[in-house]
């Protein structure tokens, strides 16, 4: 057989075939590291598709009000409208040096230090280049990334946005968890850097995962994107918080107040049955929502 150190690493078929015969047993589960998809290039009119672009941030803080960005990235494919990803079409990624000191925490998650950002900016001009040719916006927490992206990326603002954190039915399709890396996980794969354009990556990849009668998961998250809906904001006395809780809404700290998306249809009847179970004592104001307008802030706050 020869000195250890003559053995050969096995190929990547023979590895394969050992993680296959480790999953058959029954015993064992494989993560697979996540593999590159090539980037084509291709920008060119395909019927039948569109051009999406997953956005991704990494910040120093996590107020989407105060926040600052130290690295951004962008991954543009295309997809055809029933939620199929075909290809990817470009990427792009960039550092930025903030104009506070880079806090020890957002260095553990990523691993970027204060020198790697020293004398680095981010050029909005070339991201908005590149973002033009995109139908829609997808981030993993659009209500905290669209506010920061689109004070830096003003071009963001005119494109629909869609959230892969709230907007699919992760737990209703058995995931345990709707994190980027657990759902990541959940297909077999793992990804072993927490960055931007690594996370963008790794959001592509489930995307393309199959999710029930939607075909895929980025087919449940277009559907989504193309609802019309009612966003009730209410504002009412500390005692009925755990109400508002249970019945769904969730505070928003900017405001004060409690916000709660339902179907335009359904708005009325929930208006109605909010004031008659928590009495005069509350302001209830109904905006209508579009992906257009969905986590955006309000204009005179960008």
Request: aromatic share 6%.
């Amino acid at each position: 057989m020869g000195e250890r150190g003559e053995l050969e690493s096995p190929g990547e078929q023979e590895l394969e075939s050992w993680a296959l015969q480790l999953e058959r047993s029954g015993d064992y589960q494989v993560l697979r590291r996540l593999r590159l998809r090539p980037v084509t290039g291709d920008l060119g009119p395909k019927t039948g598709t569109r051009t999406g672009l997953i956005v991704d941030l990494e910040t120093t803080g996590l107020d989407p009000q105060s926040a600052e960005i130290v690295e951004a990235a962008g991954l543009r494919f295309r997809y055809s409208l029933d939620g199929q990803v075909l290809e990817v079409s470009g990427e792009w990624s960039a550092l930025r040096e903030p104009d506070v000191p880079l806090p020890p925490e957002t260095t553990r998650i990523t691993g970027i230090t204060p020198e790697e950002l020293a004398g680095k900016s981010i050029d909005p001009e070339a991201f908005c280049a590149f973002a033009a040719p995109a139908a829609i916006v997808i981030a993993h927490h659009a209500a905290f990334d669209r506010p920061i992206a689109e004070r830096m990326f003003p071009c963001l603002r005119a494109k629909p946005w869609a959230c892969s954190l709230v907007e699919i039915g992760w737990t209703e399709a058995g995931h345990s968890s709707a994190a980027l890396q657990a759902l990541l996980r959940d297909a077999g794969l793992f990804s072993d850097s927490h960055r931007a354009l690594p996370d963008c990556r790794a959001l592509l990849e489930v995307l393309s995962q199959p999710l029930g009668e939607s075909g895929t998961a980025l087919g449940q998250l277009l559907l989504s994107a193309r609802r019309l809906t009612t966003l009730l904001k209410v504002s009412a006395p500390f005692e009925a918080n755990e109400q508002l809780r249970q019945r769904g809404y969730r505070f928003q700290r900017a405001d004060r107040c409690w916000l709660k998306e339902v179907e335009r249809a359904q708005a009325e009847a929930e208006e109605t049955e909010l004031r008659g179970l928590l009495g005069g004592h509350l302001q209830v104001n109904l905006q209508q929502v579009d992906a257009l307008s969905r986590y955006a802030l309000p204009q005179e706050e960008i």
